[in-house]
C-alpha cells in the first residue's frame, strides 16, 4: 500500500513563528504537493514538485516556501506564521515524468494547524 | 481564478435516490478528470477517473458523464447509501504533468 505520512496532525504555533510541515512518501513517486483545505474554498494548490530540487509555484503560494530534498521527503514552510493561516494541510504525491499512466494522487492524513 | 468550478457545495439526498455534482473546467489542455471522495478525519481518496476520450465511465454505483464540447463532468451516485456521507471533490489534470487542480468540494449527506 501506498502510504503518505504527514509529521504531524494537530499542531498549535504562534504568530510570528517559523512552521514546518513534513510529508514523506514511499512509492518513489515523483510529484509532490501541498494542499490547503478550508471550508467552501476547497483544496487549494500551494506547491508543486515535480522532482528532486524542483518546485513550481501553485495558486495561494505567499507566505509560504517549500524544500524537496530527497525524492520521499516534501516540506512546507511557514516563514512566520499568520492567523489566516490556520487551516488544514493536505500533502500528496503520484507518478509524472515517468509516464507512468496511473495518475492516482495519494494523500496524507493532513496536519490541521492552528496559528494563535 | 478558478479553474474548475463545482456545484452545488452542498446536498442532501434520502436513501436509495441519485446524488448528482457538477463541474466546469477551463483549460481546454486538462486531459485526466478524477474524483475524490474524503471522510472526515481522512485525506482524500480516488473515487473513479476518465479521459476525455470517452463519454461515460462506470464503476459499480458510481458513474462520471463527461461533456467534452461543453467542457464539463458530473458524478452520478446511484442508490445513494449513507455510507455515501462525504465530501466529494472533482479535480482536473494534465497527463504530462500529473498536476492536479481541484474544485471547491461538495458536502452529501444521504439520510437514511
Not at chain 1, 7 to 19: A, M, N, P
Request: hydrophobic share 35%; with cysteine; proline share 4%.
Amino acid at each position: 500500500d501506498v502510504k503518505v505520512t504527514q509529521s504531524s496532525r494537530y499542531l498549535v504555533k504562534r504568530t510570528g513563528e517559523k512552521v514546518f510541515l513534513e510529508c514523506v512518501q514511499d512509492m518513489d513517486h515523483e510529484n509532490m504537493f501541498w494542499y490547503r483545505q478550508d471550508p467552501g474554498l476547497g483544496l487549494r494548490l500551494i506547491y508543486f514538485s515535480y522532482d528532486v530540487k524542483m518546485k513550481e509555484k501553485g495558486d495561494i503560494p505567499e507566505g509560504y516556501s517549500v524544500s524537496r530534498e530527497k525524492k520521499e521527503r516534501f516540506s512546507l514552510i511557514l516563514e512566520s506564521a499568520s492567523t489566516n493561516q490556520t487551516s488544514m494541510y493536505l500533502c500528496a504525491s503520484s507518478w509524472g515524468y515517468s509516464g507512468k499512466r496511473n495518475t492516482e494522487a495519494f494523500f496524507g492524513q493532513g496536519t490541521r494547524l492552528t496559528v494563535v | 481564478q478558478q479553474q474548475v468550478k463545482q456545484s452545488p457545495q452542498s446536498l442532501i439526498v434520502q436513501k436509495g435516490g441519485i446524488s448528482i455534482i457538477n463541474c466546469a473546467y477551463e483549460n481546454t489542455a486538462f486531459d485526466y478528470f478524477p474524483w475524490y471522495q474524503q471522510f472526515p478525519g481522512k485525506g482524500p481518496a480516488l473515487l473513479i477517473a476518465i479521459r476525455p476520450d470517452v463519454s461515460e465511465k462506470k464503476e459499480g454505483r458510481f458513474t462520471i458523464s463527461f461533456n467534452k464540447s461543453a467542457k464539463q463532468f458530473s458524478l452520478h451516485i446511484m442508490d445513494s447509501q449513507p455510507g455515501d456521507s462525504a465530501t466529494y471533490f472533482c479535480a482536473a489534470s494534465l497527463s504530462a504533468t500529473n498536476k492536479l487542480i481541484f474544485g471547491t468540494g461538495t458536502l452529501l449527506a444521504v439520510q437514511p
